[in-house]
């Protein structure tokens, strides 16, 4: 590495080193001036370029080295590199934390699940945000290298990071894990279990003693259960900043938000920037290590786009659902007209965000959702419009659906149709399709459901909390439904604990089998644990999480048995997950990287951010 820090606002560069043969060129930035969409394609921060570093010639495979540094005490680095060809790369962040990286050769590149608008360059893009603010080391395994120009724009976030450094591909090995539950077909449960991963993808699940003696990282888990991670299907992050707000404490559903969309009205960009990273910090804690969130007001000026720069710190993987609404008071919805949106600039940026950020590769951290807030707050042309975009793109819709008697009443009356009928006809069923709550779903409405293979997001604490209904959760599952969870909103949770839900979900599905609601068998603990990771994660369309099996990305949580609240329930350390009061977890791990450890998140500056989120909430509620 280069010696001594650069003065802030400098930028550095190895020295040139000029070899024969083909080359790799790497460009290097500081970031000038703010986020700007008219800039490039994608948003991306404009930068003053340093120089170029050059290093080729590769003819055996072994790993080139290119240093650059650059001294921005209050922003980032931005780097953009162009490769004709990378097998494989990874940073390193040190302390163990480290991000695959590969090459994008289907379209100009991404980095960061962002177009760089570089004009059909190759560029190396990476699944998982790494912020540099003094260095940059690069290593590289190679065929061969070859020079590239042309213009690219650098990509930034505002989270401060540590050095950082790319390396071949790495190895992870955990074991003697008291019970390593896999989740999968036969809901494999393995004693002093582990697992080998390369790459952050899993090779070997097994017996400890099974499983190779080394690795470039080694996690024992003594004393611990090791769940796959597990996978929130509905949220609204912005909403963390309106917890337990009096006037909507003992409101329902439509009360509520006439409550608190004046409040949200007055939301900046900075705020939802704030609110993502802070409920995925506590997501992470509570052992998500994928969460989709369901942004569906933009005020102010705020974007998809700030959500994506607030997820980056926290590294849990991420679906972001581009919401919207169109009808407003002035057409007879519910929401004031400063938040709702013409439906042209609605499908303009929701096509502008998938080209961006969207990230269809197995163990991608980005993925971008299509998403209108839900039948009744935009057009049915709306609808089908957006169904017709998301399909396109080949990515998937999310809406509310059945969530209140009164909904269920309203598109009966309006529509002279039930809520899946109604959503039949608007193209909105199918594999790629998935609701939130359907809690007004009748057993025909199931079946049709199950075949067309649609999926539902149950959310307990919120239906419980807005005295909103039971879900059919065991009708539903008999059916063969795709059924995940949800915490929901923060405003209606009011949290974001995402084992706590599961336990929720097993408890309420208990509460409808009495025999004076709807009788039946209960709900088992490894059944909810299944909704919360299998399940969730085909209704997200996912076939790289939920289980811990071999080809599936490296997501797993660990949770020490070594705690007063489990004292008493080692008998069957799975359940007690579940039947014992939740706590968080003590270990998390996304794509083979830590984001929690010994109950602390790695990558976030918790009381900064605690600070900052109470001082936003508190302008907010005072207008």
């Given at each position: 590495m280069s010696g001594g820090r650069p003065r802030s606002g400098e930028c550095h560069a190895s020295p040139e080193r000029e070899q024969s043969g083909q080359q790799l060129a790497l460009r290097v930035g500081c970031p000038d001036g703010p986020s700007d969409s008219r800039h490039g394609t994608n948003g991306a921060r404009r930068f003053t370029p340093c120089k170029v570093a050059q290093d080729g010639r590769d003819e055996g495979g072994v790993d080139e080295v290119l240093e650059a540094?650059?001294?921005?005490?209050?922003?980032?680095?931005?780097?953009?590199?162009?490769?004709?060809?990378?097998?494989?790369?990874?940073?390193?962040?040190?302390?163990?934390?480290s991000v695959r990286g590969s090459v994008d050769r289907r379209t100009a590149g991404k980095y960061n699940g962002m177009?760089?608008?570089?004009?059909?360059?190759?560029?190396?893009?990476?699944?998982?945000?790494?912020?540099?603010?003094?260095?940059?080391?690069?290593s590289f395994v190679v065929p061969w290298l070859h020079s590239t120009d042309g213009g690219g724009t650098g990509i930034a976030t505002d989270d401060p990071g540590g050095l950082g450094t790319f390396r071949g591909m790495s190895t992870l090995l955990v074991r003697h894990a008291q019970v390593l539950a896999t989740m999968d077909d036969g809901g494999t449960e393995i004693i002093d279990g582990g697992l080998f991963a390369v790459d952050g993808f899993i090779k070997e699940v097994?017996?400890?003693?099974?499983?190779?003696?080394?690795?470039?990282?080694?996690?024992?888990?003594?004393?611990?259960?090791?769940?796959?991670?597990?996978?929130?299907?509905?949220?609204?992050?912005?909403?963390?900043?309106?917890?337990?707000?009096?006037?909507?404490?003992?409101?329902?559903?439509?009360?509520?938000?006439?409550?608190?969309?004046?409040?949200?009205?007055?939301?900046?960009?900075?705020?939802?920037?704030?609110?993502?990273?802070?409920?995925?910090?506590?997501?992470?804690?509570?052992?998500?290590?994928?969460?989709?969130?369901?942004?569906?007001?933009?005020?102010?000026?705020?974007?998809?786009?700030?959500?994506?720069?607030?997820?980056?710190?926290?590294?849990?993987?991420?679906?972001?659902?581009?919401?919207?609404?169109?009808?407003?008071?002035?057409?007879?919805g519910l929401p004031p007209d400063s938040v709702v949106e013409d439906e042209e600039t609605i499908l303009l940026d929701t096509q502008r965000v998938i080209e961006a950020f969207h990230d269809p590769e197995p163990g991608s951290m980005i993925r971008v959702v299509v998403a209108p807030c839900s039948p009744f707050s935009v057009t049915p042309e709306l609808m089908r419009s957006s169904a017709d975009l998301a399909r396109q793109y080949n990515v998937h819709l999310h809406t509310h659906v059945a969530e209140t008697h009164d909904e269920e009443q309203f598109c009966i009356e309006t529509f002279g149709r039930r809520p899946v009928e109604l959503m039949e006809d608007l193209?909105?069923?199918?594999?790629?399709?998935?609701?939130?709550?359907?809690?007004?779903?009748?057993?025909?409405?199931?079946?049709?459901?199950?075949?067309?293979?649609?999926?539902?997001?149950?959310?307990?604490?919120?239906?419980?909390?807005?005295?909103?209904?039971?879900?059919?959760?065991?009708?539903?599952?008999?059916?063969?439904?795709?059924?995940?969870?949800?915490?929901?909103?923060?405003?209606?949770?009011?949290?974001?604990?995402?084992?706590?839900?599961?336990?929720?979900?097993?408890?309420?599905?208990?509460?409808?089998?009495?025999?004076?609601?709807?009788?039946g068998r209960l709900l088992t603990a490894r059944e909810a644990l299944r909704i919360a990771t299998r399940g969730s994660a085909a209704v997200l369309g996912r076939d790289d999480v939920g289980s811990l099996e071999p080809g599936k990305a490296a997501d797993f949580i660990a949770i020490s048995l070594d705690r007063l609240e489990y004292a008493g329930a080692l008998h069957d350390p799975v359940a007690a997950v579940l039947f014992v009061a939740p706590t968080g977890v003590d270990d998390s791990f996304v794509q083979g990287r830590p984001v929690v450890r010994s109950r602390e998140l790695v990558d976030v500056d918790l009381p900064r951010l605690i600070a900052k989120q109470n001082t936003a909430a508190e302008r907010l509620l005072v207008g």
């Open positions: 540094s650059c001294g921005t005490n209050a922003n980032p680095i931005a780097f953009h590199i162009d490769t004709g060809e990378v097998e494989a790369l990874e940073i390193d962040r040190g302390r163990g934390r177009r760089a608008g570089n004009e059909g360059n190759r560029v190396v893009k990476r699944e998982r945000p790494v912020v540099l603010r003094d260095h940059l080391r690069i097994g017996p400890t003693a099974t499983l190779p003696e080394t690795a470039d990282e080694v996690v024992d888990l003594s004393g611990h259960v090791v769940l796959p991670g597990l996978i929130n299907t509905h949220h609204h992050f912005y909403q963390t900043l309106t917890r337990a707000v009096p006037g909507a404490q003992d409101a329902g559903l439509f009360d509520w938000l006439r409550t608190l969309y004046p409040i949200w009205a007055r939301m900046t960009p900075d705020d939802v920037r704030i609110s993502t990273e802070l409920a995925l910090s506590e997501l992470a804690l509570s052992g998500c290590t994928t969460s989709s969130d369901h942004q569906y007001l933009w005020p102010n000026g705020s974007r998809l786009d700030d959500q994506i720069e607030g997820a980056a710190a926290v590294g849990i993987r991420f679906h972001a659902a581009r919401g919207s609404m169109s009808l407003g008071e002035s057409d007879g193209g909105w069923v199918g594999d790629d399709v998935w609701y939130a709550h359907g809690i007004y779903i009748n057993d025909d409405e199931i079946l049709r459901l199950a075949t067309s293979e649609t999926g539902v997001a149950h959310c307990p604490s919120s239906n419980m909390r807005l005295a909103s209904g039971i879900a059919p959760v065991r009708r539903y599952l008999a059916a063969g439904v795709r059924l995940g969870l949800g915490v929901d909103g923060s405003a209606s949770n009011d949290g974001s604990h995402l084992l706590a839900e599961a336990r929720q979900a097993m408890l309420l599905a208990r509460l409808a089998a009495a025999p004076s609601i709807e009788g």
